[in-house]
């Protein structure tokens, strides 16, 4: 019997929704994720909290130097 390898990506959901999942995840420890309970180990999503900070650019007033060609 072969057993895949295939990585399957990793895909981040706000924690809110995590919450609310809950109850059909299970937290893998190798994975370092969530997936879903019994048949997580091969088929469905690998789900991790989204951690990434939202940083609001502030606007830039100087001169635009993207795409400018110099003579």
Same mark, same amino acid.
């Given at each position: 019997?072969?057993?895949? &390898?295939?990585?399957?990506?990793? +895909?981040?959901?706000?924690?809110? $929704?995590?919450?609310?999942? +809950?109850? *059909? *995840?299970?937290? &893998?420890?190798?994975?370092?994720?969530? @997936? *879903?309970?019994?048949?997580?180990? &091969?088929?469905?999503?690998?789900?991790?909290?989204? $951690?990434? +900070?939202? @940083?609001?650019?502030?606007?830039?007033?100087?001169?635009?130097?993207?795409? @400018? $060609?110099?003579?």
């Amino acid at each position: 019997m072969r057993s895949r &390898s295939v990585a399957r990506p990793r +895909r981040y959901i706000s924690r809110y $929704r995590l919450l609310i999942l +809950r109850p *059909l *995840l299970r937290y &893998s420890v190798t994975r370092e994720a969530f @997936v *879903l309970r019994v048949v997580g180990n &091969s088929i469905g999503p690998v789900l991790r909290p989204d $951690r990434r +900070r939202h @940083v609001r650019r502030q606007r830039f007033d100087g001169i635009e130097r993207r795409r @400018v $060609r110099s003579a």
